[in-house]
């Protein structure tokens, strides 16, 4: 007889002291990106397009809705919330080009998008990204963090071998290294 949770309920074993771990070395990324004056890019919503009134139509944008540090596949805010990466792109109006690939053409629509959000042009814009909710060990296989032998690691693909994961501390470390060595060199 169980505790009446089903098995995704369940903290994975080890999860709690992993989530500790995760939350300490978030912390400590975060205070330093803080102290360092590390920029950070815009965390934006995808808004499809829709029709106001039932009529007049409405284009799709990207609406900016926080900040984020970029820590590989991790978004680090301000406040200290975590989400998985999405999508990216530059806020840039729209040219009136021809385009060889659908591809390219979707490319700077979601420019523009991000631009008529209100996104000033050239700046970096992350959307449809994964929330990554840190009081909750059930976060581990979620996205990029999961446990190996009861400790948190990061994997660099949703897919990737867990042999190939790097633990939290690594990981996290040698990225925000980077945005500070970037931030110190502008």
């Not at 098995?7 to 102290?35: F, Q």
């Not at 540090?69 to 989400?83: C, M």
Request: charged content about 30%; overall charge neutral; aromatic content about 4%.
């Amino acid at each position: 007889m169980g505790l009446g949770l089903s098995d995704e309920h369940t903290v994975p074993r080890g999860g709690d002291v992993a989530l500790a771990e995760v939350r300490a070395v978030l912390e400590r990324a975060r205070e330093r990106l803080l102290r360092e004056d590390v920029p950070t890019e815009v965390l934006g919503r995808y808004e499809p397009p829709t029709k106001r009134l039932g009529l007049f139509p409405v284009a799709e944008r990207i609406a900016p809705i926080g900040r984020v540090w970029r820590i590989g596949v991790l978004l680090l805010t301000p406040e200290g919330a975590l989400h998985a990466v999405g999508h990216q792109t530059r806020a840039k109006r729209l040219e009136r080009v021809g385009y060889v690939a659908e591809s390219a053409r979707r490319r700077d629509e979601l420019r523009d998008a991000a631009a008529r959000g209100g996104i000033t042009a050239g700046t970096s814009v992350d959307f449809d990204t994964l929330p990554l909710p840190l009081d909750r060990p059930d976060v581990f296989g979620t996205g990029p963090l999961t446990l190996r032998d009861g400790a948190a690691v990061v994997r660099w693909a949703p897919h990737a071998p867990l042999a190939d994961a790097v633990a939290i501390d690594d990981y996290v470390d040698e990225r925000v290294d980077l945005l500070v060595d970037a931030a110190r060199r502008r």
